[in-house]
């Protein structure tokens, strides 16, 4: 009930009455403001890393322009067309993150931009990401990438990218955040959702990619042994089969989700959903016959990764230059395992297999990387 404003002045002194108005209208219109703007699921829970406190903001004045949500801007992913990235490190919100890569990085998106140029290479941060300013110094290394028409910044929201995919309410629980391993258990379910919306083709961003992929029929995996899938490369249809195998990926992910296991929800994840449909309890089977399984098809080692995560000397000692090229011959891309491999520098223009790829499949980011990869 509204007290009459006869009665309330009996009350109140006249500037409490004005005081009392005014919050009682500030208090509406913040309801107001807050249920039109807000489109953040009401049981969804933060992690301050990946939310964006510009995020209703397209007006950014003076300050660093941010990238533009995958979603929302005019040039979207291309369906079965599209090759994707994922960053997923975690930026402390409010640091204004600028958008920044190391050479590898760089050089995964050019090699994968130059051999497929009829697809859309989309790199997607996790975290709020800003590009620099007009007047700050440039970036060599992105520029040498903004020089490809095929390469697209962008960054997501992860409740947003999960909203409508199987996998939204438990995004919204925040069982992920709880993870030891949230950089690679998100990029782990990242690919999952980009594969899910869109189809296409998954890289992680320490490849280089050696050929084209474009005739590739979508719909595989690949083997880095004779028993074990990796998910640094994954590629499924956006329609039909690939749809429904990208729906089983997020379910088995978020059934038997453990954020203190590394690889459950990537390559172990693989390997339970291949024998699912490949009807089968062995991937060494599977691999061995390098099966077809209803059109997903699984790859041996030689296509993705010739060099086994124990062997990653041998792209970047001269020693093995020649037997390394030798093994990668017939390899669409070379995973170089970061996990393991980060700490290495690479020199630009040494004689190894690294060198080598670098000069031929990323020639532009060779030549801005400066001295060391
Ligand atoms: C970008 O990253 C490179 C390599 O990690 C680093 O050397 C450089 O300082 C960074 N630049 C900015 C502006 O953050
Ligand atoms: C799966 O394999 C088992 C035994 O290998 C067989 O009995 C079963 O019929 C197969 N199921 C399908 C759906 O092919
Ligand atoms: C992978 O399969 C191809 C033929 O499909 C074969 O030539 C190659 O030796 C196999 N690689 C491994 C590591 O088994
Ligand atoms: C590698 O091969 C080239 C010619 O193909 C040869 O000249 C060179 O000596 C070889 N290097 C090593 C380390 O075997």
Redesign the pocket.
Known sequence: MFLTHTKLSGFFPIYLQRLLFCLIAIGIMMLFVASTTDDRPRNFKPFPCYMDPDDHNTDTGDGPIRLQDVLRAYIKPAPGKTIFFHETRCHPPGSKY?M????RQACSIESAALHNPNFQVFVLFASPTYL?KAED?K?PLIEALQSYKNVHFRQLNIWRYAKGTPIEDWVNKGDLFESSFLTEHASDLMRLMSLYRYGGIYMDIDVVVLRSMENLPLNYVGAEDSETLCNAVLSLEPKGKGHEIAELFLREFQQHFNGQLYTNNGPSLMGRVTKKICNSTSIKDIVAASRNCNGFKVFNSTVFYPIPWPAWRRFVEPQYLNDTLATTKDSYLVHLWNKVSFEERIKVGENTAYGKFAHDHCPKVNAAAGEYF
């Open positions: 600028i920044n890569l190391t050479a620099p110094p970036l």
